[in-house]
Antibody, heavy 124, light 107 residues
Framework: EVQLVESGGGLVQPGGSLRLTCAAS????????MDWVRQTPGKGLEWVGR??????????EYAASVKGRFTISRDDSKNSLYLQMNSLKTEDTAVYYC???????????????WGQGTLVTVSS | DIQMTQSPSSLSASVGDRVTITCRAS??????LAWFQQKPGTAPKSLIY???SLHSGVPSRFIGSGSGTDFTLTISSLQPEDFATYYC?????????FGGGTKVETK
């Protein structure tokens, strides 16, 4: 069964750092594009960033709101995806989801699998 | 950035109703449009990609259409489990962007 499980969320002060983990099972993570998406409490969805697959050198894309502060990485040996978040701001408070892109007809499309989400609260 | 505008922001409907949600892009996105369903306290669920292709396991009452800038999600006969919030997302150009959501409530 394909499954994604996020962990690592919690309370952090403004300016602090946190690393989220997305543990993948039931498939080989390195074969897939993966995205991070967040949702502020009571609000809508915001795309955070993407990492392409091994065949595309794991290159990344980021939303302007997090570029330079957040970094997406992987550990193939652990079949895990990471979101390193630095210089956190109160507006980064959200539930963070990882999601797997689906490859169809030559391109990658969002998403055939989502994690359950992990809550990050940035507050003093 | 491409702005995605959903309408209405909420609607009231009854079981068995035909429901239509609209998503408009601020510029053309070909057919690179996805739809998601979300219920309170749970992760989004993917319904449709490439504007009209259903993800595996999604009931055929969910119908996506459109291309360019104008897209629709139609639920042909609303079921009790369909009361939720629906989001569209464009993935033609980075950054990927979501619509603001449409909440489908019981009448």
């Amino acid at each position: 069964e394909v499954q994604l499980v996020e962990s690592g969320g919690g309370l952090v002060q403004p300016g602090g750092s946190l690393r989220l983990t997305c543990a993948a099972s039931g498939f080989t993570l390195s074969d897939h594009y993966m995205d991070w998406v967040r949702q502020t409490p009571g609000k809508g969805l915001e795309w955070v960033g993407r990492t392409r697959n091994k065949g595309n050198s794991y290159t990344t894309e980021y939303a302007a709101s997090v570029k330079g502060r957040f970094t997406i990485s992987r550990d193939d040996s652990k079949n895990s995806l990471y979101l390193q978040m630095n210089s956190l701001k109160t507006e980064d408070t959200a539930v963070y989801y990882c999601a797997r892109d689906v490859f169809w007809s030559g391109i990658y499309h969002p998403y055939d699998c989502w994690g359950q989400g992990t809550l990050v609260t940035v507050s003093s | 950035d491409i702005q995605m505008t959903q309408s209405p922001s909420s609607l009231s409907a009854s079981v068995g109703d035909r429901v239509t949600i609209t998503c408009r892009a601020s510029q053309g996105i070909r057919n690179y449009l996805a739809w998601f369903q979300q219920k309170p306290g749970t992760a989004p669920k993917s319904l449709i990609y490439a504007a009209s292709s259903l993800h595996s396991g999604v009931p055929s009452r969910f119908i996506g259409s459109g291309s360019g800038t104008d897209f629709t999600l139609t639920i042909s006969s609303l079921q009790p489990e369909d009361f939720a919030t629906y989001y569209c997302q464009q993935y033609n150009i980075y950054p990927l962007t979501f619509g603001g959501g449409t909440k489908v409530e019981t009448k």
